[in-house]
């Protein structure tokens, strides 16, 4: 299995900023995904992060609001865009180690907008 | 397309009592079924998967799951509930086309004293 880092594990912002979240994983894994985890919500998928290709986003998730890097195989990130209230949710990435495996993933981040 | 249904956003069990979490899932196409756990302030964890043969599958923490293709189910189940079993539990459903899951609105497990 692999071993995920996310960063920050949380953080509080104001309205109208941006925020980055890194995730790094100790193998390296060709798909990475993206969800957030609205408040007592289920997890929605943002978007597919495939490495050496843009990303694939979701219907309601567009680039200019969370744009992704995959700049190699260990490595994502994730920037909440122009920040608003909306935004407060639990962003968490994924991996799929290898093939037939099934996701696994971060810790998440835990992102409050005042 | 898949989607999947989880009955009860909220399940209570006394503590030592049989833990039933129950799963329906839409496929077209064979699916693969997970149950994930969520702990307060943690990211998911997998309790365990189905893709295919048994259809009974063991997980972790003394956990299983049995696929019923006939009744679309894949219900969780423990013998006997311990406090540490409190926690969020996402069922969710994949096919082989892509590697997308598509998650069930999950069930929060509540264990008594």
């Known amino acids: 299995s692999a071993v995920i880092s996310q960063k920050p594990s949380r953080d509080i912002c104001q309205r109208g900023t941006s925020l980055t979240i890194q995730c790094q994983v100790d193998?390296?894994?060709?798909?990475m995904f993206w969800y957030r985890q609205q408040p007592g919500q289920s997890l929605t998928l943002i978007a597919t992060?495939?490495?050496?290709?843009?990303?694939?986003?979701e219907s309601g998730f567009v680039i200019d609001k969370f744009p992704i890097s995959r700049p190699n195989l260990t490595f994502s990130t994730l920037t909440v865009s122009n920040m608003s209230p909306e935004d407060s949710s639990i962003y968490l990435c994924?991996?799929?180690?290898?093939?037939?495996?099934?996701?696994?993933f971060g810790d998440g981040t835990r992102l409050s907008i005042l | 397309a898949q989607s999947v249904t989880q009955l009860g956003s909220h399940v209570s069990v006394s503590e030592g009592a049989l833990v039933l979490l129950r799963c329906n899932y839409s496929?077209?196409?064979?699916?693969?079924l997970f149950w994930y756990v969520q702990y307060p302030n943690q990211g998911l964890q997998l309790l365990l998967k189905?893709?295919?043969?048994?259809?009974l599958v063991k997980g972790i923490n003394g956990f299983e799951a049995e696929f019923k293709k006939s009744e679309t189910s894949f219900h969780l189940t423990k013998p006997s509930a311990h406090m540490s079993d409190a926690a969020e539990y996402f069922c969710?459903?994949?096919?082989?086309?892509?590697?997308?899951?598509?998650f069930g609105k999950g069930t929060r497990l509540h264990i008594l004293p």
């Open positions: 994924s991996v799929i180690p290898g093939v037939g495996q099934p996701q696994h």
């Open positions: 193998s390296q894994v060709t798909m």
């Open positions: 992060a495939n490495q050496g290709s843009e990303a694939t986003y």
């Open positions: 496929s077209s196409v064979p699916p693969y």
């Open positions: 189905y893709t295919t043969g048994a259809t």
């Open positions: 969710a459903v994949s096919d082989l086309r892509d590697d997308k899951i598509i």
